[in-house]
């Protein structure tokens, strides 16, 4: 397996770490296909409750790798819409779609495709270090990679187009003012806080990730078809095991153990 990405479980939290720190983590075919590989295995892994997602190095992750990209173009084998949907999409959808909380541990800047990483991981906890940067039209690009999609959902419309149009760096603070980040914390705090929040995840229940499918539906549906799947969704939560020892323990008066069952 590749080492542009580590993988390591503890605590029940797959972490998951971008490692070209020379580049600032950019990403090329090898670092892409094997963070989409992780993300599987992460998935599969019954003993994986969460996944915190992070960056080697002084950076989250700077985007696709320009060198490659420049080398790709000049030899006439670019195809970005292929790129896309070859490698960028299937990431984004396998990080939407686990049915388990990623949590994105924003190390440094996240650029271009790498800002769209860290808003594709369901929390952000971040450094004071960290920033966002649309880089898309500093390279004469379009965002990608769910930018569109998650800009205009997380900060308006009026705020995303200014960040796409302008390219510039968003700092850590402007981001947690307007709830990008959840938490921002001092640099060398950042992954003992990071672990320690995924770890508290990874002990939620089996809810969790039926949480994930009902938050996204219901942001791009009408409430009638809210409501229907909430009821279909919270059939299958008040069948789960955790369900009933949630009530149970709070019952007794004591803390759930869940199994995410
Ligand atoms: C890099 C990169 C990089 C290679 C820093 N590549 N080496 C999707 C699909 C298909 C095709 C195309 O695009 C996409 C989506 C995208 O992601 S497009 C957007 C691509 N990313 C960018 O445009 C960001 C480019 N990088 C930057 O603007 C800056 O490096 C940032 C703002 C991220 C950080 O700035 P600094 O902290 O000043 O660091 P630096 O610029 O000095 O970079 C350090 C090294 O990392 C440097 O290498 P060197 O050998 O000179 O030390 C950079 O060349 C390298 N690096 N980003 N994306």
């Known amino acids: 397996m ?39 295995q992460a998935g599969k892994d019954e003993s994986v409750g969460a996944v915190l997602l992070t960056g080697a190095g002084r950076a989250f992750c700077a985007g696709e790798d320009l060198k490659g990209q420049l080398e790709a173009v000049e030899q006439g ?31 440094g800047v996240a650029a271009g495709a790498g800002a769209s990483l860290a808003l594709a991981a369901d929390l952000r906890i971040a450094s004071e270090q960290a920033s966002l940067v649309e880089a898309f039209v500093n390279v004469g690009l379009v965002p990608d990679s769910g930018a569109t999609y998650f800009l205009t959902r997380m900060v308006g419309f009026s705020r995303a187009m200014e960040w796409a149009l302008t390219g510039r760096r968003i700092t850590a603070e402007e981001a947690l003012q307007l709830g990008v980040f959840h ?7 950042l992954m003992e806080q990071a672990r320690a929040w995924a770890a508290q995840l990874a002990r939620g229940p089996y809810s969790i990730g039926l949480i994930k499918r009902a938050m996204e539906y219901g942001a791009t549906h009408t409430l009638e078809e809210a409501l229907e ?33």
């Open 2 to 40: 590749s080492d542009t990405v580590l993988y390591q479980v503890e605590d029940g939290v797959a972490v998951i770490t971008l490692n070209r720190p020379e580049v600032l983590n950019a990403v090329n075919d090898e670092l892409g296909f094997a963070l989409l590989d992780r993300i599987r």
């Open 77 to 107: 084998r670019a195809n970005l819409g292929d790129v896309l949907r070859r490698r960028y999409n299937p990431i984004i959808l396998a990080l939407k779609s686990l049915p388990k909380p990623v949590l994105a541990a924003v190390n």
């Open 183 to 189: 938490r921002v914390v001092p640099q060398e705090e």
């Open 229 to 261: 799947y909430e009821a279909q969704l919270q059939e299958a939560a008040g069948r789960s095991r955790d369900h009933h020892e949630g009530m149970a323990a709070f019952v007794e008066k004591r803390a759930p153990r869940f199994e995410r069952r």
